[in-house]
């Protein structure tokens, strides 16, 4: 299984070049590079003023030195992930659309209504709780191995902490 390696935060504005301080707002990214994706992370006055293109991004915050680290990451952005994932036909990033899917479902965010299956491939047919929008998803068929080490990389993805 192809693995993607997302570096942790390197606690620099990407733009500046600036150590971003306890406290600060910040913005993490995720660009699309020929190896997959690259983690940016942007000043909150950097980020306003340049508008840096990000494949998707999420607002968070430097934690206080002896801060708890916070082991959630908001809906929104998983919604956002799973949606801008929607088109895209390489393995890896169709696996882990399905691995969102899974944690959607089980934050009862998304419901399975049908499944069909297109040239040996098998299509869940799924729509978000408040909405009547139907969101297709490829099931890979991942065991249980799999999901786990998808899901692990997520973690590292969208938290970058863990």
Not at 92 to 98: P, S, V
Not at 105 to 117: A, C, E, H, T, W
Not at 138 to 152: A, K
């Amino acid at each position: 299984m192809e693995q993607w390696q997302v570096e942790r935060t390197s606690g620099l504005c990407q733009g500046t070049g600036n150590k971003l301080q306890p406290g600060d707002e910040y913005y993490a990214a995720l660009k699309e590079t020929e190896s997959g994706f690259s983690r940016c992370d942007y000043s909150r006055e950097y980020w306003e003023e340049h508008k840096p293109e990000v494949y998707s991004f999420w607002q968070t915050q430097v934690p206080m030195p002896n801060q708890k680290k916070k082991l959630f990451v908001d809906d929104g952005l998983l919604i956002n992930f799973f949606e801008r994932l929607a088109e895209e036909k390489e393995l890896i990033k169709i696996n882990f659309r399905f691995v969102l899917a899974l944690i959607l479902m089980r934050k009862r965010i998304l419901k399975y209504v049908d499944s069909r299956r297109e040239d040996d491939v098998e299509i869940w047919r799924m729509r978000m709780v408040r909405s009547t929008d139907i969101h297709e998803v490829v099931n890979p068929h991942l065991d249980e191995e799999q999901i786990q080490e998808v899901s692990q990389e997520l973690s590292q993805i969208l938290q970058g902490e863990l």
